[in-house]
């Protein structure tokens, strides 16, 4: 099948080929240590690759804007009941096309231009849909925003609760991009409750935890929960939003007409398969790995001298502050690159350096579990980590630890009937 799909496009547009050869290559011989990064299934990949890519569903199920939507809505409605297996939300829209359109759409929902949100900050783990002055949501809305404390790293849900009397926001978001510690949703959920505020959780990292309980779920206390579908879920690159009953109009005209046009039905077949796969008993297994390889690395790090934020991690990824050991994170980042290792710079909370400078590296596991790679190459790994990072300018010592990294990715093999299709 695959040799099949190959073949017309090296015939056709053999530049293109060529750069998807390159990256399944680097895909396979490197080590992906991007938090917010995956590996999908072929199944998933398929179902993207799909014919559903011609066509225009405007609309729900059973309520389109165009004909010939009738295997349109098969996908749609297993995606949406599927979601809700796992989720066990009120209301599911499978339509966002990604977690920015996810939360652009809940806010569409209740809020109106000018009305005060409280989010937690981009530079304390935030995300930039929460509130960041450059984004949609801090230029139209007037936003507030919580953090972490100065001595524990983890969020301080105290001056959150005093935020939130004392500004009254329409709307709490929580969830984030790179915290590692557990998030206490329901306390959240009380304190918009006093407040009287909405109160949206943004899963879009912690989502394949949740879905198998290894994180408490956001759902019962939350008016909004948003994910994306690509990073610990597996799936495409993609969103969704949830919400209870009573918001479920909103939400679905929110999405559309309000922030869309026509579906992505391909992507939301993939999602469909992404979450028949999260049903499996299996991904609780995967999950469970993911945690644990995040906790073996941060140990293996800490170990090795390294100051990690808030001393450590309860998910699938840790935030390393390199620049107590004398390096800043953009450096990092580049060295580890040329070891064969990607991650990428992330400021820390209260963080001296600019964020294209930044003083830490985020790091994460959810990729290489994927590979089927445990503990003990989360101590390799570690060590060579701490190599690149004691001495990142040092190239014979980063290519020798490429060759070995090279070494190991032979053992866990990845898209190699893809790459032997295109050779
Ligand atoms: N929300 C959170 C917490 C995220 O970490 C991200 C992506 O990194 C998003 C939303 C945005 O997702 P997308 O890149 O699909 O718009």
């Given at each position: 099948m695959t040799e099949?799909?190959?073949?017309?496009?090296i015939q056709a547009d053999p530049e293109i080929a060529k750069a998807i050869y390159n990256e399944t290559a680097r895909l396979d011989n490197g080590l992906e240590m991007i938090a917010s990064e995956n590996y999908v299934s072929e199944a998933v990949l398929e179902a993207?690759?799909?014919v559903f890519t011609n066509k225009y569903a405007e609309g729900y199920p059973g309520r389109?804007?165009?004909?010939?939507?009738e295997y349109t809505d098969v996908v749609e409605r297993l995606a949406q009941s599927r979601a809700k297996e796992i989720f066990a939300a009120d209301h599911i829209n499978v339509q966002p096309h990604s977690g920015a359109q996810a939360n652009m759409s809940v806010y569409m929902a209740v809020l109106k231009p000018g009305d005060?949100?409280?989010?937690?900050?981009?530079?304390?783990?935030?995300?930039?849909?929460?509130?960041?002055?450059?984004n949609f949501s801090g230029?139209?809305?007037?936003?507030?925003?919580?953090?972490?404390?100065?001595?524990?790293?983890?969020?301080?849900?105290?001056a959150l609760s005093q935020l939130a009397h004392e500004h009254k926001p329409k709307m709490i978001i929580c969830g984030a991009s790179a915290y590692s510690r557990i998030i206490d949703f329901e306390r959240i959920g009380a304190i918009a409750r006093q407040t009287e505020a909405y109160v949206l959780a943004d899963i879009a990292h912690i989502a394949g935890l949740v879905a198998v309980g290894l994180h408490p779920s956001p759902v019962p206390h939350m008016d909004f929960v948003t994910t994306t579908t690509h990073k610990?879920?597996?799936?495409?690159?993609?969103g969704m939003a949830m919400c209870k009953e009573e918001f479920a109009k909103k939400l679905d005209s929110a999405v559309f007409p309000g922030v869309q046009g026509g579906p992505l039905v391909h992507v939301i077949a993939a999602k469909a398969v992404c979450f028949l796969e999260a049903l499996h008993p299996s991904f609780k297994d995967y999950q469970t790995q993911v945690v644990k390889n995040a906790a073996v690395l941060a140990n293996s790090l800490k170990d090795l001298g390294f100051r990690l934020v808030s001393g450590g991690?309860?998910?699938?990824?840790?935030?390393?502050?390199?620049?107590?050991?004398?390096?800043?994170?953009?450096a990092a980042e580049k060295a580890l690159e040329l070891s064969g290792i990607t991650a990428n710079k992330n400021t820390i909370p209260f963080d001296k350096n600019p964020p294209l400078v930044a003083s830490g590296i985020r790091i994460g596991t959810p990729a290489l579990t994927t590979r089927g790679m445990g503990e003990k190459e989360m101590q390799t790994i570690a060590t060579w980590i701490a190599e690149v990072l004691t001495d990142p300018e040092n190239s014979m010592r980063l290519q020798n630890i490429k060759t070995?990294?090279?070494k190991l990715c032979k053992n866990f093999p990845l898209y190699t009937k893809r790459l032997l299709a295109y050779e």
């Open positions: 099949h799909l190959a073949r017309p496009l993207l690759g799909s389109r804007y165009y004909g010939g939507c005060t949100i409280l989010g937690m900050n981009l530079s304390h783990g935030g995300h930039l849909t929460h509130g960041h002055q450059l230029k139209y809305f007037n936003v507030v925003a919580y953090g972490v404390s100065q001595e524990t790293e983890q969020i301080d849900y105290d610990t879920l597996r799936g495409p690159r993609a991690t309860d998910n699938h990824l840790i935030l390393v502050d390199v620049f107590a050991k004398g390096i800043t994170g953009k070995e990294v090279q």
